[in-house]
């Protein structure tokens, strides 16, 4: 078990580290092309079977709130990037579809986004401080667990 200490200051270094990459990677995105939340979108898609998802599911991926999402996915649907239908087990329910112009808009973006990446934490990191900061982060990310 950690000092309450320890995790308060490890939390703020991971939260500094965060902040001050996204600046930096954030000033290299293609924002003429996309905005970093609608890449967003388009790459969880392009990463679901089908490259699809209920709306409400994809929300649970993503760090907006449904109203939000909900007008976002309009807009890419109006720039052809993405096509809306009805859930075909609930009527209700919205399925939204990455279309082949918005996984050619996101592989193109994507591209230049991975290059920024990789200058931003490629070059501060090797590979294997980059193995153990990807294992930190999926174990922070699944939570506490027991370690008895």
């Known amino acids: 078990m950690s000092s309450k ?5 490890a939390w703020e270094a ?3 580290a965060q902040v001050a990459v996204l600046r ?7 924002t003429e092309l996309l905005s970093i939340t609608e890449y967003d979108v388009l790459f969880n898609l392009s990463r679901l079977p089908e490259r699809s998802a209920r709306l409400r599911d994809l929300n649970q991926l993503l760090l907006l709130s449904q109203p939000s999402l ?4 309009d807009r890419l649907l ?3 990037l993405v096509a809306k239908c009805g859930a075909k087990d609930d009527g209700r329910g919205t399925v939204v579809t990455l279309t082949d112009a918005g996984y050619d808009l996101f592989r193109s973006v994507a591209v230049r986004h ?3 990446i990789h200058r931003r934490v490629g070059d501060a990191l090797d590979d294997d401080e980059l193995a153990v900061l ?3 982060s999926d174990r922070l990310r699944a939570g ?3 370690r008895a």
Do not use: K, M, Q, Y
């Not at 200490?5 to 200051?9: E, L, S, T, V, Y």
């Not at 930096?24 to 293609?30: G, L, Q, T, W």
């Not at 909900?70 to 996915?73: A, D, I, M, Q, T």
């Open 134 to 136: 990807e294992r930190l």
């Open 24 to 30: 930096d990677i954030n000033r290299e995105f293609p």
């Open 78 to 80: 109006a720039r052809g």
């Open 5 to 9: 200490r320890a995790a308060i200051d």
């Open 144 to 146: 506490p667990t027991d």
């Open 114 to 116: 991975a290059d920024a």
């Open 14 to 16: 991971l939260f500094r």
């Open 70 to 73: 909900s007008r976002l996915v």
